[in-house]
C-alpha cells in the first residue's frame, strides 16, 4: 500500500524554512497580507460581525489576536473568527483550478504562530506548507458526476474543479502542526484527527440554493478551528487515524471522490513544489472570480466612452457557464454573501461607480433602490466554450444613450486586449490600505504592510496583529 499520510507527515515534520523555493517564500508573505486586508474589511459584514461576537462568548486564554479587534482569545476561536472574516467578501486570493484558498489555510497557523510567539519564518514556512500539501492532495482526488449539475435546456454538465473546498483541512492542519514543532508520528495523528472532523462537500448545494446562507460554500472558520484543535490533540497525545489518506475506504472515498491516485500526490515531494505554482489569483473585486474579466472589460467600457449609469440602457454580459446556476442569477439580494455571486448586481454597482470594497456588500448599497432598479438592466447568459481554449473570453455589450443625440449606441469588448492577473506588491498594498481604511490609522496600515512583505525578518509575530483599530 502506498502509504501517501506518513510520506506527507514526514515532509511536513522535517520542512525547513532553507528548503523553501523562492517563489513560496514570495508568495506566502503576499497571501498573508491579502488575506489580513481582506479580514479587516470583512469586519464590517454582518457575517464577519456575528463570527466576532461568538468567537468572544467562547473566548478561553487570551493567546491570538481576532483580527481587526485587538482582543486576545483562545487560538481555536481566533482562527474561527478569523477565517470567517477572511472569507466574508469573497476577495481573498485563488488557486487554480483549486478554488478559494487563503481563508482555509491561513487562519489556523496564524493564531497558533501568534499563541507561541513563532518567527516570522516559522509561519511563512507553515503556510507555504499548508498550500504544498493542499495542491498534492486535491490531484489525487477524483470527483464524479454526482457533483455536477445539467444545465436547464441543454445537454451540457458543470462541475466544478473539486466537489467541496474542505479537503483544505489537511494542509491547515499540517501547517498549524509544523509551528507547534510536532514530529511525524504527532502529525499523521492530527491529520487522522482533521480527516474525521471534516466537513461534507457541499459546494454544489451551496451553488443551487436559495436565499443563500452565511456559510457559503463552506465555513473557513469551523474548517480553521477544526485544524488548530486537531493539531492541539495530537500535541496532547490524543491519537488519530494514522493512516487517514489511504487504504480503499479512505479519506477520498468518504469525501465523494471516484477514485484516490496516490502516485499523483506524493511524486517528487520534497524535490519539486507544485506551490504555488504561478496559479495563485489575488482578486481586484469583492466577487466572485468568474466574473472579473468581464469586469475588467465593462470599466474599460464605461471609462472610455465616459458613461455614467444614466447612459446605460442594458449590459449584456457573456460569462462562463456557472452564470447559469440560481447564485450568479439570483436578484433578490439580502445577504452580502449573496451580493459576492449575483452576476446582475455586481453590474449595476460596477455600473454606479460604487467604491470597490466594503461598499459593495452593505446594507445600504443592495438595498438601494436605484441599484436594485437597475439591475433588471443586465442580460446574464454564458458562452458555452468559455474556458476551453485560451482565446476564449467573456464579452461585453453595452447598449448606452448618446447625451448629444440621444441615439443608442452599442458599445462591445471585441477587440479589447484581456487585461493581466499579475498584481504587483504596490497593487496588493493598495488593496491592503483600502480594506483598512476606517479601521487602522495610516501609520499601522504602513507598518503592518511593511513588516508583512519582510516577515522572514521577524523574530515574534505576536505583535503583528495588535494595532489600533
Known amino acids: 500500500m502506498n502509504n501517501v499520510t506518513r510520506e506527507l507527515a514526514n515532509f511536513a515534520a522535517n520542512l525547513k524554512y532553507e528548503d523553501l523555493p523562492p517563489e513560496a517564500v514570495y508568495e506566502s508573505k503576499r497571501l498573508l497580507l491579502d488575506a489580513i486586508g481582506c479580514a479587516l474589511a470583512g469586519t464590517g459584514t ?165 436565499p443563500s446562507s452565511m456559510t457559503k460554500h463552506l465555513s473557513a472558520g469551523w474548517l480553521s478551528q477544526a485544524e488548530v484543535t486537531a493539531a492541539l490533540l495530537a500535541e496532547e497525545g490524543y491519537h488519530g487515524d494514522k493512516e487517514i489518506l489511504d487504504g480503499d475506504y479512505g479519506f477520498w472515498r468518504a469525501f465523494g471522490s471516484d477514485a484516490w491516485i496516490a502516485e499523483a500526490v506524493n511524486d517528487k515531494l520534497g524535490s519539486e513544489w507544485r506551490w504555488p505554482g504561478g496559479r495563485l489569483y489575488y482578486k481586484p473585486y469583492p466577487c466572485c472570480a468568474g466574473m472579473h474579466d468581464a469586469l475588467h472589460y465593462f470599466y474599460d467600457i464605461i471609462e472610455q466612452n465616459h458613461l455614467k449609469a444614466d447612459d446605460i440602457e442594458e449590459i449584456l454580459a457573456s460569462l462562463s457557464p456557472v452564470v447559469e446556476l440560481p447564485l450568479w442569477q439570483n436578484r433578490q439580494i439580502e445577504l452580502n454573501v449573496e451580493a459576492q455571486f449575483s452576476a446582475a448586481y455586481v453590474f449595476a454597482v460596477a455600473a454606479h461607480g460604487i467604491d470597490i470594497g466594503i461598499r459593495w456588500q452593505m446594507p445600504e448599497t ?26 476564449t473570453q467573456p464579452t461585453i455589450e453595452v447598449i448606452a444613450r448618446d447625451r448629444n443625440s440621444g441615439i443608442n449606441k452599442t458599445l462591445s469588448s471585441d477587440n479589447m486586449i484581456p487585461h493581466s492577473d499579475f498584481m504587483s506588491n504596490e497593487d496588493l498594498i493598495a488593496k491592503f490600505k483600502n480594506n483598512a481604511s476606517g479601521l487602522l490609522s495610516q501609520h499601522d496600515t504602513e507598518r503592518v504592510a511593511g513588516l508583512i512583505l519582510s516577515l522572514e525578518d521577524l523574530q515574534d509575530i505576536s505583535g503583528l496583529l495588535q494595532f489600533n483599530a
Not at 87 to 101: C, K, Q, R
Not at 160 to 179: C, E, K, L, M
Not at 196 to 205: F, Q, R, S, T, V
Not at 371 to 388: A, L
Request: with cysteine; aromatic share 6%; net charge positive.
Open 366 to 391: 443592495f438595498r438601494d433602490p436605484t441599484i436594485i432598479d437597475f439591475m433588471n438592466r443586465v442580460k446574464i447568459n454564458s458562452r458555452s466554450e468559455y474556458g476551453r481554449t485560451s482565446e
Open 46 to 210: 454582518a457575517k464577519g460581525k456575528h463570527s466576532i461576537s461568538l468567537s468572544q462568548k467562547l473566548g478561553g486564554t487570551p493567546e491570538s489576536t481576532v483580527i481587526g479587534t485587538g482582543n486576545k482569545i483562545s487560538p481555536p476561536q481566533a482562527a474561527f473568527a478569523n477565517g470567517e472574516l477572511m472569507d466574508a467578501m469573497e476577495y481573498t486570493a485563488l488557486l487554480s483550478p483549486m478554488g478559494p484558498f487563503a481563508p482555509f489555510v491561513i487562519a489556523a497557523p496564524l493564531a497558533i504562530a501568534e499563541s507561541v510567539k513563532s518567527s516570522g519564518k516559522d509561519l511563512i514556512t507553515a503556510i507555504a506548507l499548508s498550500g504544498e500539501l493542499s495542491s498534492r492532495i486535491v490531484s489525487g482526488l477524483m470527483a464524479g458526476r454526482r457533483f455536477t449539475r445539467q444545465m436547464p435546456g441543454s445537454e451540457m454538465m458543470l462541475g466544478f474543479p473539486i466537489q467541496g473546498h474542505s479537503v483544505y483541512i489537511f494542509g491547515g492542519t499540517a501547517g498549524a502542526g509544523r509551528i507547534l514543532a510536532l514530529g511525524e508520528d504527532d502529525i499523521r495523528s492530527a491529520l487522522g484527527i482533521a480527516g474525521y472532523m471534516c466537513p461534507i462537500p457541499l459546494l454544489m448545494k451551496f451553488a443551487t440554493t436559495l
